[in-house]
Nanobody, 115 residues
Framework: QVQLVESGGGLVQAGGSLRLSCAASGSGFNIWRMDWYRQAPGKQRELVAAITSSGSTNYADSVKGRSTISRDNAKNTVYLQVNSLKLEDTAIYYC?????????WGQGTQVTVSS
């Protein structure tokens, strides 16, 4: 069983920055990929960024150039740094991990961008 604990969400001013963290804990697992998804009210959930154990990354077009996903494999923690926040970044952000045997979702953390 993998437990995911997210932190870093909250209210952020437009143009500012935030860093989300997601720490995975448990035993007997190998995390291959860690992702950040987000879902705004009335919209489909979308992939924001993903990173594999080898360091390969993918970003949504909406955050390319202003976001960085990183991973500390020793800590089983993934981070999402987003700069130049926009109102459209407001959403619930979910951590998602893929192991060799299962996938897991975090509880979600609210990010609200205001002027």
């Amino acid at each position: 069983q993998v437990q995911l604990v997210e932190s870093g969400g909250g209210l952020v001013q437009a143009g500012g920055s935030l860093r989300l963290s997601c720490a995975a804990s448990g035993s007997g697992f190998n995390i291959w990929r860690m992702d950040w998804y987000r879902q705004a009210p009335g919209k489909q959930r979308e992939l924001v960024a993903a990173i594999t154990s080898s360091g390969s990354t993918n970003y949504a077009d909406s955050v390319k150039g202003r976001s960085t996903i990183s991973r500390d494999n020793a800590k089983n923690t993934v981070y999402l740094q987003v700069n130049s926040l926009k109102l459209e970044d407001t959403a619930i952000y979910y951590c998602h991990v893929l192991t060799l045997t299962a996938n897991y979702w975090g509880q979600g953390t609210q990010v609200t961008v205001s002027s």
